[in-house]
Nanobody
């Protein structure tokens, strides 16, 4: 079982940047993929980005260029750096691992509790 804790969310102005983090504990011996999702109330969680244990990166097309994902080498910590944020970036961001599917209906075995990002207009 993997425990995931997100951090770094908060309030940011439109056009600003923010970096959120996710740290895994528990079964961290294998270098598995770690992924970010986001969700607004009443909607399905949406895939944002993922990085594999080998460092391969996957992104949802609409966020390429504004969001980046990175991972500490050899560690189960992943970062999501978000820039040029607009009000549509107001979401709860979740970290997940061991996903059988990223979308349209995410299917992951381990989820964090999420971190709220609010973009003020």
């Amino acid at each position: 079982q993997v425990q995931l804790v997100e951090s770094g969310g908060g309030l940011v102005q439109t056009g600003g940047s923010l970096r959120i983090s996710c740290e895994a504990s528990g079964h961290t011996g294998d270098m598995y993929s770690m992924a970010w999702f986001r969700q607004v109330p009443g909607k399905e969680r949406e895939f944002v980005a993922a990085v594999s244990g080998a460092g391969k990166i996957y992104f949802t097309d609409s966020l390429k260029g504004r969001f980046t994902i990175s991972r500490k080498t050899g560690e189960a910590t992943v970062f999501l750096h978000m820039s040029s944020l607009g009000p549509e970036g107001t979401d709860v961001y979740y970290c997940a691992t061991h996903c059988d599917a990223w979308g349209p209906a995410p299917d992951c075995h381990n989820w964090g509790r999420g971190t709220q990002v609010t973009v003020a207009s």
